[in-house]
């Protein structure tokens, strides 16, 4: 690797990490990648997050990452939250992926599109650890040109 691209990898990489870090309200974030752009639906995609302050409300956003050619307008999902007691509430979402215009939603980087979507309204009202559980509920066993699912947490900026 010449000098040029190993300073271009070192400027990327600590970029990453700087941005990274700006979120003062962020909480939580973890991200699963699939193998072979594959995702089955046997497979549940589980985040374990820890709340620590109940005093303030969060946003919760799943963080999908597809490749071009995802053949599906609308991505359906069933997701489990399991609180420190062990109650579970679940979910049904819906996630649009391609608009009424045929374009894919999210930012589009290549061939890859990041799309972020808040999970309805839930309120963390116990500390502990919560078990965070997403599968897919499409129609089909496989689903192709998923690259990777992730969770993210944020602490609600109520200062505006």
């Known amino acids: 690797m010449n000098f040029i691209n190993k300073f271009a990898v070192y400027s990327f990489t600590f970029l990453i990490f700087a941005l990274s870090g700006c979120d003062k309200n962020k909480v939580f974030h973890e ?5 072979d752009f594959k995702w089955e639906k046997s497979e549940k995609i589980n985040f374990d997050v820890l709340i ?3 005093d303030v409300q969060y946003n ?3 963080n999908l990452r597809y490749i071009q050619g995802f053949p599906y307008k609308y991505l359906h999902l069933n997701i ?3 609180d420190p007691n062990g109650k579970i509430k679940t979910n049904e979402v819906t996630i649009e992926i ?3 215009n045929k374009e894919y939603i999210g930012d589009g980087a290549g061939s890859y599109w990041d799309l972020n979507y808040p999970i309805p309204e839930y309120s963390f009202n116990i500390k502990g650890k919560y078990k965070i559980s997403i599968e897919h509920a499409m129609e089909e066993n496989i689903l192709n040109w998923t690259n990777e699912l992730g969770l993210s947490l944020f602490k609600k900026d109520l200062e505006k």
């Open 52 to 54: 620590e302050d109940i």
């Open 80 to 82: 489990s939250i399991t």
């Open 98 to 100: 391609i608009s009424d």
């Open 31 to 35: 991200v699963k990648k699939f193998e």
């Open 60 to 62: 919760l956003f799943i």
